[in-house]
Nanobody, 115 residues
Framework: QVQLVESGGGLVQPGGSLRLSCAAS????????MGWYRRAPGAQHKLVAQ???????SYADSVEGRFIISRDNPKNTVYLRMHSLEPEDTAVYLC?????????WGQGAQVAVAS
């Protein structure tokens, strides 16, 4: 059974940086889309960033210019580099590997931005 394993979350001060990683534990086909969502306390999932199999990136307006998504296809891994973090970025971050007919979710990585 395929699982997505996330790492890299934690507590950081405002203005700091973190890098999240999400790797598939089993053998999978190349996902059409790899993405990161986040869920702030009391809120619904929101898309943060996505990257297609052709390396086309897209970002939510709130993170544009501060976050960078990238993928390593041979390793079935997606990364999210987060810079200039703000308290409003505090959330559980979940990765998503999307195929034509199904998708896999990661278990979530907590990111907390506070001084």
């Amino acid at each position: 059974q395929v699982q997505l394993v996330e790492s890299g979350g934690g507590l950081v001060q405002p203005g700091g940086s973190l890098r999240l990683s999400c790797a598939a534990s089993g053998s999978i086909f190349r996902p059409h889309l790899m993405g990161w969502y986040r869920r702030a306390p009391g809120a619904q999932h929101k898309l943060v960033a996505q990257v297609t199999s052709g390396d086309i990136e897209s970002y939510a307006d709130s993170v544009e210019g501060r976050f960078i998504i990238s993928r390593d296809n041979p390793k079935n891994t997606v990364y999210l580099r987060m810079h200039s973090l703000e308290p409003e970025d505090t959330a559980v971050y979940l990765c998503d590997f999307r195929f034509r007919a199904y998708n896999y979710w990661g278990q979530g990585a907590q990111v907390a931005v506070a001084s």
